[in-house]
């Protein structure tokens, strides 16, 4: 895998996890499909995914830390991520009625360019 490619998906996280919104939009495709780990499905193009993670940091806070990086037989880059959300006082969550919740998931990255196309989670199996 390109250390170039490594390094644009830290540097994803990274940003993610500072809240730096415009730094992450900013590597995304105008019309990316970005997985909706709340409601399901996909937000399509960078402003819904600005309002995706609008409303999801509305309600708690989400830190995702990536542990390997693999390259799939379709060229996609396959991240393990140990996800870790807590209410918005920083408290572990209880009682939520959305999808996000502390666990290890698969994370799913197509890339063209310098751009992010698409992203897809999977639960680990």
Same mark, same amino acid.
């Given at each position: 895998m390109p250390t170039d490619v490594v390094h644009l998906i830290?540097? $994803?996280?990274d940003r993610f996890n500072? =809240?730096?919104? #415009?730094? !992450? $939009?900013? !590597?995304l495709a105008d019309? +990316?499909?970005w997985a909706n780990a709340m409601d399901g499905g996909h937000a399509h193009g /960078? #402003?819904?995914v600005r309002d995706y993670w609008t409303r999801q940091w509305a309600v708690v806070t989400a830190h995702v830390e990536p542990v390997t990086f693999e390259t799939a037989e379709d060229g996609s880059v396959v991240v393990e991520v140990i996800q870790s959300v807590f209410d918005l006082n920083g408290r572990p969550l209880q009682g939520q009625s959305h999808g996000l919740r502390d666990k290890t998931v698969?994370? +799913?990255f /197509? &890339?063209?360019g310098d751009r992010v !196309? /698409?992203?897809? &989670? =999977?639960?680990r199996q």
């Open positions: 830290k540097s $994803l996280y500072a =809240r730096d919104m #415009e730094a !992450v $939009l900013a !590597v019309d +990316v499909a /960078r #402003e819904a698969t994370h +799913v /197509r &890339i063209q !196309v /698409r992203f897809d &989670i =999977r639960d």
